[in-house]
């Protein structure tokens, strides 16, 4: 200790000489702490990190959902191709990957809920209406017509509108009441826009997952849709019972290619999915599945990259657990508006384009009528 020698006795040198290695080694300490930090919030997370506390998450039975980036493009292998930690990301796709669409990246929470309205209840079918807080003279109409839960006798169907928050309107308290009436609404709390609709879905999966993942069946539909629920359920859902797993039907969109015309309703950018193939999926205007996809498709959204294009996005999640969509027999989900009559009414399951007061119209026209149609003769391979 020749520093101190002469100028401190040797028992005031050794405290001086242990405190001078204390500093510097806590120094020391505190710089590497502090590099290692900041370098692990600098590196993109590994997928096997966001599989584990997706994991979790899920295990929470998550009133609300987290998104994430998974993979590029939107797609995962097959359920049954996925081995190990093959989900280990690789430089390339790091690279190449998921900086563009401004991901939701916290779970969003219910500003309005039904968590009792499934309790003690195996529904037949789950109906999950896409609305907006504006929307009060649609889900009125819809209520008293094909929505209605009473609408089939004999089959236990609930009702749900599915709402994103409206900032501007603040239409909280009006949407409260009607809510406190009907007890037929849910509400997340993120921006109700159409590029959230694929939000607003996976509410509607979420909740039937988290609050009635006993029900058979699940329809996702618009509020400018008729469904004729007595056909939907006596004819497609009844008779010859569709499997209770992994079942999914309705208007079969296959081979479609992503549109890169900016005019289009449909358009997506490179950015936001490069890839130039999609998925088989069914049009958003109604789909019907059996009640176990919820949840699968729920897990499968914590790994896919998302997108707006809510139809789209669920396709994706089907792929992912490996998920064949089922075509039905007919023409029974119609994109269009299929022009009104009692006898085509009465053997369609959806149309679209329909105005509130269509909705009472032609449900209480069909109702009147249809013991006057011919029943249709279903021929398998028809479609
Ligand atoms: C979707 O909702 C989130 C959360 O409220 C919001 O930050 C985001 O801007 C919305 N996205 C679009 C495209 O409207």
Redesign the pocket.
């Known amino acids: 200790m020749s520093y101190c020698s002469g100028i401190f006795s040797p028992t005031e040198c050794t405290k001086r000489s242990l405190f001078l290695i204390f500093t510097v080694s806590f120094t020391i300490y505190l710089i590497s702490y502090f590099c290692h930090s900041s370098h692990l919030a600098a590196q993109p997370k590994s997928n096997d990190l966001h599989m584990e506390s997706e994991k979790s998450l899920l295990r929470k039975l998550s009133t609300n959902f987290k998104q994430i980036s998974g993979k590029q493009n939107g797609e995962l292998p097959p359920e049954n191709e996925k081995s190990g930690n093959k989900a280990t990301p690789t430089p390339e796709n790091e690279k190449s990957g998921n900086k563009a669409m ?1 991901i ?1 990246t916290r779970p ?1 929470a219910f500003i309005i809920n039904e968590e009792e309205k499934c309790k003690g209840r195996t529904p037949f079918l789950v109906l999950l209406i896409s609305t907006t807080a504006a929307e009060v003279e649609r889900r009125n109409a819809i209520r008293r017509s094909w929505g209605s839960e009473g609408a089939v006798p004999g089959a236990d169907v609930i009702r749900l509108f599915m709402l ?2 409206d900032t501007e309107g603040d239409k909280g308290d009006v949407l409260l009441r009607e809510s406190e009436q009907h007890h037929d609404i849910i509400q997340q ?8 609709l694929t ?1 607003k879905t996976l509410m509607g999966m979420s909740w039937v997952a988290s609050y009635c993942s006993g029900t058979r069946f699940a329809m996702k539909t618009d509020s400018d849709v008729f469904v004729n629920t007595m056909h939907l359920i006596e004819k497609l859902l009844r008779p010859l019972p569709p499997p209770t797993q992994n079942y999914f039907t309705g208007h079969l969109m296959a081979g479609n290619s992503p549109i890169r015309n900016k005019a289009s309703k449909w358009y997506i950018s490179e950015e936001e999915f490069p890839g130039n193939r999609y998925h088989p999926f069914c049009s958003g205007t109604g789909y019907v599945f059996s009640g176990d996809l919820a949840a699968k498709i729920v897990e499968a959204s914590l790994m896919i990259k998302f997108i ?1 294009l809510e139809d789209v996005y669920v396709g994706f999640c089907l792929h992912a657990k490996g998920v064949e969509i089922v075509p039905p027999p007919y023409s029974l989900f119609n994109i269009h508006k299929v022009p009104f009559s009692p006898c085509a009414y009465n053997e369609l399951i959806t149309s679209h384009h329909i105005e509130p007061h269509e909705h009472i119209l032609y449900w209480e026209t069909l109702q009147e009528k249809k013991h006057m149609c011919q029943e249709r003769k279903v021929h398998p391979g028809e479609s």
Do not use: E, K
């Open positions: 401004p939701p969003f994103g928050s709390d993120f921006l109700d826009t159409y590029n959230n939000l707006h």
